[in-house]
């Protein structure tokens, strides 16, 4: 059975962007679903559970970051994910 891929954009709200802190949330948020979730910012993508990887993006605030989820709990990775950027994204504050 071929499963669809969910994809959603999410705005980085971070000052900073998407430094260590939101990346090592994102990416705890990922690990805890069976479902592979990627990352995508411009034409390059990483795996969601390297905090390396999300890092290597260089996202900068303000930037749009694609969201893939695809698997048996595509749909509640992506909620959870969703919830975190609804949230900060593990930011301590936003610094304008």
């Known amino acids: 059975m071929t ?3 969910l994809t959603q954009e ?13 990346a090592a949330t994102l990416a705890r948020t990922a ?3 069976r479902a592979q ?3 995508r910012y ?5 795996n969601a559970e390297s905090v390396l990887g999300i890092l290597t993006l260089g996202v900068p605030r303000g930037a749009a970051l694609t969201v893939l ?6 749909a509640e ?3 959870a994910i969703e ?11 936003e610094c304008n």
Request: aromatic letters at 6%; proline letters at 4%.
């Open 3 to 5: 499963q669809e891929t």
């Open 10 to 22: 999410f705005m980085v709200p971070d000052a900073l962007g998407l430094h260590i802190r939101p």
């Open 31 to 33: 690990r805890q679903y």
């Open 37 to 39: 979730v990627a990352v």
């Open 42 to 46: 411009e034409e390059r993508e990483a």
């Open 69 to 74: 989820a695809n698997g048996e709990d595509a």
């Open 77 to 79: 990775a992506m909620a």
């Open 83 to 93: 919830r975190m950027f609804a949230a900060g994204a593990g930011s301590e504050s």
